[in-house]
T-cell receptor
Framework: AQSVTQLGSHVSVSEGALVLLRCNYSSSVPPYLFWYVQYPNQGLQLLLKYTSAATLVKGINGFEAEFKKSETSFHLTKPSAHMSDAAEYFCAVIPNTGGFKTIFGAGTRLFVKA | DTEVTQTPKHLVMGMTNKKSLKCEQHMGHRAMYWYKQKAKKPPELMFVYSYEKLSINESVPSRFSPECPNSSLLNLHLHALQPEDSALYLC?????????????FGQGTRLTVV
C-alpha cells in the first residue's frame, strides 16, 4: 500500500536560514504529491503540488519542492525562513490511478527562532 | 470563490446532545469530504461524497451521520458522542473528474465533548 514518510517530527531553524523538510513516498509508480501547511487551529492550505509536469515545483510563500524519482523523494525547501513560517507541514500523496483517498505523512512541526 | 466554509468554528456538546456541523463550498466541486484530526496527528478520512452520493465510509461509528443535501453543502450530524470524539473536524472538497483530486480544506470545527 502507498505510504508517505516525513523524516523528523520537529525541525528548528533560525530566522533567515534554509528550511528543508523531508518527504519520501513508497510506490514504484510516482504518485501525485502535495505539501500542505497547517497553522494552529486552522485548516490545511495547499503549498504546492507535483502532477508529473516539471520536477521543480514552486509554491506559495516562497516554498518550492523537487521531485526526485530515483530517490522517491519530494523535499520541501525555502531559502530564508520567516517567523510566520512556523507551522505544521504535511506531505501527502494520491496514487496516480486516482481515487478519493489522500494519504498524509505524519507531519513535521517547523519552529523558527528569532 | 476558492473557499470552503465551516460552521460553527467551535462547538461544546454533552454526550446526550444532538448537534450538526455544516460545510459549504461554491467552487463547483462534486466531491466533498469529512476528516477528523486529533492533536499532533494528520487528518483521518471519515466520509467522501461524490455527486451527492456516499462513496466512502471509513468504518465510522454510527453516532456520526453525514448528509449531502446538494452539491454545495455537506453536514455531519452528531449524536451520543464520547469524550474521545473531541477533535478538529475538517471539511474538504475537490473535483471528481480527472485523477488529481486536490483537496481544498475549510478552517475546521473544534469539537469538545463533555
Amino acid at each position: 500500500a502507498q505510504s508517505v514518510t516525513q523524516l523528523g517530527s520537529h525541525v528548528s531553524v533560525s530566522e533567515g536560514a534554509l528550511v528543508l523538510l523531508r518527504c519520501n513516498y513508497s510506490s514504484s509508480v510516482p504518485p501525485y504529491l502535495f505539501w500542505y501547511v497547517q497553522y494552529p487551529n486552522q485548516g490545511l492550505q495547499l503549498l504546492l503540488k507535483y502532477t508529473s509536469a516539471a520536477t521543480l515545483v514552486k509554491g506559495i510563500n516562497g516554498f518550492e519542492a523537487e521531485f526526485k524519482k530515483s530517490e522517491t523523494s519530494f523535499h520541501l525547501t525555502k531559502p530564508s525562513a520567516h517567523m510566520s513560517d512556523a507551522a505544521e507541514y504535511f506531505c501527502a500523496v494520491i496514487p496516480n490511478t486516482g481515487g478519493f483517498k489522500t494519504i498524509f505523512g505524519a507531519g513535521t512541526r517547523l519552529f523558527v527562532k528569532a | 470563490d476558492t473557499e470552503v466554509t465551516q460552521t460553527p468554528k467551535h462547538l461544546v456538546m454533552g454526550m446526550t446532545n444532538k448537534k450538526s456541523l455544516k460545510c459549504e463550498q461554491h467552487m463547483g466541486h462534486r466531491a466533498m469530504y469529512w476528516y477528523k484530526q486529533k492533536a499532533k496527528k494528520p487528518p483521518e478520512l471519515m466520509f467522501v461524497y461524490s455527486y451527492e452520493k456516499l462513496s466512502i465510509n471509513e468504518s465510522v461509528p454510527s453516532r456520526f451521520s453525514p448528509e449531502c443535501p446538494n452539491s454545495s453543502l455537506l453536514n455531519l450530524h452528531l449524536h451520543a458522542l464520547q469524550p474521545e470524539d473531541s477533535a478538529l473536524y475538517l471539511c474538504a472538497s475537490s473535483q471528481v473528474r480527472g485523477t488529481v483530486r486536490e483537496a481544498f480544506f475549510g478552517q475546521g470545527t473544534r469539537l469538545t465533548v463533555v
